[in-house]
């Protein structure tokens, strides 16, 4: 392993002014500087991890918390894709990360004390279930922390503009002429009751009639329980013509429990998902949806995080919306419209 006393010996120099030079310090000229950087990068040399923490107080390892229901881990597209682009922005700062759980070598332990064994700078709740006392206490401690859809007081959050996103898909399927629009949505998170806030309002705004037979409760990304809420309401004496998805994967059940039923897409009754994930793309047809963006939230929320490490007096816990995109399929049409080809 390159040393600095091998970089110093290479340049002329002692190993205070490689210390100095590759910690940016001013006290030396730029071009002394700028040499000795070059000569360190063709020496292929890199800095001791613990030699670095001891010297700056910070371990650059940024901890991430990720628990999900249903088990489906980073193939859980739309996490995923956060997750991805969180990695992307943490190491274009130096950070690495960490997965943060609540075992250690098989031992049982909490979230917070496993950040404090693995000596995270800060931690990013990208999903969890946030009424957990652990996940109450990681929030409550001294460790940076930022939470991805979901808000606490005085604590940064990046959050998807989730109302804004259904009363755009309400919108879309109004204009294409439905008024009898159902909704099923996924657990009772702070996700669901912004969606369900801005359904409603939306349809009010709109003169829209809600029957309460017409909003059904279900599982983010199960399509076998979309599959039995779809059915219900095709059962319904007084059916709605078109249906909004909790999201493009459960769509997928929705899709078979119409097609069971002898009905069409969009001939027969209009659907729509969320999230905008390539499956709706290669659906048949696709599925209109409403695109979350997932790269600009994880690039938000390690970049948030680390300015909270790096300047924590000037950088305020704030909450940073991140807008979407409507993505118009192939699945909503006018009610009782055929469709071409």
């Known amino acids: 392993?390159?040393?600095?006393?091998?970089?110093?010996?290479?340049?002329?120099?002692?190993?205070?002014?490689?210390?100095?030079?590759?910690?940016?310090?001013?006290?030396?000229?730029?071009?002394?500087?700028?040499?000795?950087?070059?000569?360190?990068?063709?020496?292929?040399?890199?800095?001791?991890?613990?030699?670095?923490?001891?010297?700056?107080?910070?371990?650059?390892?940024?901890?991430v918390l990720f628990e999900e229901e249903q088990r489906k881990g980073l193939t859980h597209e739309f996490f995923s894709l956060i997750l991805n682009s969180f990695k992307e922005e943490a190491e274009s700062h130096g950070y690495d990360i960490t997965f943060i759980?609540?075992?250690?070598?098989?031992?049982?332990?909490?979230?917070?004390?496993?950040?404090?064994?693995?000596?995270?700078?800060?931690?990013?709740?990208?999903?969890?279930?946030?009424?957990?006392?652990?996940?109450?206490?990681?929030?409550?401690?001294?460790?940076?922390?930022v939470t991805v859809d979901h808000t606490f007081n005085n604590r940064m959050a990046v959050l998807s503009d989730n109302i804004t996103g259904i009363s755009e898909l309400v919108r879309h399927a109004y204009n294409m002429g439905h008024r009898k629009i159902a909704m099923i949505h996924g657990e009772m998170t702070s996700v669901t009751e912004n969606r369900l806030a801005g359904f409603y309002k939306t349809c009010e705004e709109l003169g829209i009639t809600v029957p309460d037979e017409y909003v059904r409760s279900s599982i983010f990304y199960d399509a076998g329980n979309c599959?039995?809420?779809?059915?219900?309401?095709?059962?319904?004496?007084?059916?709605?013509?078109?249906?909004?998805?909790?999201?493009d994967f459960s769509a997928m059940g929705g899709y078979r429990a119409i097609a069971e039923a002898g009905l069409r897409i969009p001939e027969d009754i209009s659907t729509t998902g969320y999230d905008g994930i390539f499956l709706s793309e290669v659906m048949s047809p696709s599925l209109t949806t409403y695109r979350q963006n997932t790269a600009r939230m994880g690039c938000v929320a390690a970049d948030r995080l680390i300015a909270m490490i790096e300047h924590p007096r000037t950088t305020l816990?704030?909450?940073?919306?991140?807008?979407?995109?409507?993505?118009?399929?192939?699945?909503?049409?006018?009610?009782?419209?055929k469709r071409r080809g």
């Open 101 to 145: 759980s609540h075992n250690i070598g098989g031992k049982a332990t909490t979230y917070l004390r496993h950040c404090r064994y693995r000596g995270v700078d800060g931690a990013a709740i990208v999903c969890a279930d946030f009424a957990d006392p652990q996940v109450v206490e990681l929030i409550n401690s001294d460790i940076p922390v």
């Open 227 to 247: 599959y039995m809420i779809t059915r219900e309401l095709l059962a319904l004496r007084d059916r709605p013509t078109c249906i909004l998805f909790q999201d």
């Open 1 to 63: 392993m390159v040393s600095l006393k091998d970089i110093a010996q290479r340049c002329g120099v002692s190993v205070a002014t490689v210390s100095k030079a590759l910690n940016g310090q001013k006290d030396i000229g730029r071009e002394t500087r700028e040499r000795i950087r070059k000569i360190a990068d063709e020496m292929g040399y890199m800095p001791n991890s613990a030699a670095r923490a001891l010297k700056t107080h910070r371990t650059y390892n940024l901890g």
């Open 317 to 337: 816990p704030e909450r940073h919306m991140v807008s979407g995109q409507l993505v118009l399929g192939g699945s909503v049409a006018a009610p009782g419209k």
